[in-house]
């Protein structure tokens, strides 16, 4: 049940990392001229882009909630622009909440969604755009960095400071999506998500060029009673470890782990193993907020079977309380400049 990133791409640089170089030079070379050679569509509000240098989970959708809430809380009307992945929808979709299932529109926007009204298109400029006319003077960009489809005003690049950029290579051989000296040429601030040292070197070259730095953790929240409790935990997410070990962090057991590919699809044949294994074994079921809105969308599944499962969640908390409130300002700033000519 395994599916994560290659665990040499966050150890340091070793033979395999040699093997592929050739083909990272060539990922890398076309990363670059689509980041520097495209110029992107811009819109009539601003646009706050987040997003991360790596493949794989490093906290940009609490991150976007956090912001969300935030700009709310300024008087503004946020809305969020994603590409979707993971869903099977088609042009542009405005998500529903209430009735979207996790197939038709991706894990992750149904949870933005529940904050803010999420576009999805594979063309971000139209779905910003769509937002804006439906009343949105915020937009946030979720992911998308790399990409030439929406101009940005505000970049900000979100690490995980216990996994940094890794071995610091480029696809395959490494987890960066892009050179880095191009990454960190576009971004406009960094923030350090969590505890750890492995982010230093990223945030001595946004020191280095004049970046400003952020620092956050992820505050956990559950549905009920872990403490104490032994689980079998399972999660489709970008870094399973971190989750397991937020499950100890709060007191709960972990027994078992069942890791599956980011944004994984649960099959019913899935669902029943889980199940099973719980029970043999005589354990408590607990997953992400990610895993439990795919599994509660599924057609035909069982509500006995979602009752049985806890759910940890993570709240975003900046560990400066007007750090939000000066991204979303600088934002704003230079949407007006650009404005201005």
């Known amino acids: 049940m395994a599916g994560k990133a290659p665990l040499f791409w966050w150890e340091k640089p070793d033979w395999r990392t040699c093997v592929l170089a050739p083909l990272s030079w060539i990922y890398g070379a076309v990363a670059r001229h689509r980041m520097l050679a495209a110029v992107p569509p811009k819109v009539a509000a601003p646009v706050l882009c987040i997003g991360n240098y790596t493949v794989g989970g490093a906290g940009k959708t609490p991150t976007a909630i ?159 009673q872990v403490a104490g409790q032994c689980f079998l935990a399972f999660a489709g997410i970008g870094n399973p470890d971190k989750f397991y070990a937020s499950v100890r962090e709060a007191g709960g057991k972990v027994i078992e782990m069942c890791s599956f590919p980011d944004h994984h699809p649960y099959s019913a044949d899935e669902v029943r193993l889980l199940g099973d294994m719980a029970e043999k074994k005589q354990l408590g079921l607990i997953t992400t907020a990610k895993d439990q809105v795919r599994l509660a969308t599924m057609p035909d599944i069982e509500k006995a079977f979602l009752e049985k499962i806890a759910v940890l969640d993570v709240e975003l908390q900046f560990d400066r309380s007007d750090a939000a409130g000066m991204i979303i300002d600088s934002t704003i700033e230079r949407f007006d400049r650009r404005q201005q000519g």
């Open 66 to 224: 956090a912001l969300a809430r935030a700009a709310r809380a300024k008087g503004l009307k946020p809305a969020i622009v994603s590409r979707g992945y993971g869903g099977s929808y088609k042009g542009l979709h405005l998500v529903d909440p209430d009735h979207d299932p996790a197939s038709l529109v991706g894990d992750e926007p149904l949870l933005l969604a529940q904050h803010a009204p999420v576009a999805l298109s594979a063309e971000r400029f139209r779905a910003a755009e769509r937002l804006i006319e439906l009343g949105s003077n915020f937009i946030i960009m979720d992911d998308g960095f790399q990409s030439a489809r929406l101009y940005a005003d505000y970049a900000l690049l979100v690490v995980d400071a216990s996994r940094g950029i890794g071995n610091g290579c480029v696809i395959p051989a490494g987890p960066l999506r892009a050179p880095f000296p191009e990454q960190m040429g576009r971004t406009d601030a960094l923030l350090v998500i969590g505890r750890g040292d492995a982010a230093d070197f990223v945030v001595r070259q946004a020191a280095r060029a004049a970046r400003p730095v952020f620092h956050a953790h992820l505050q956990p929240s559950y549905d009920r």
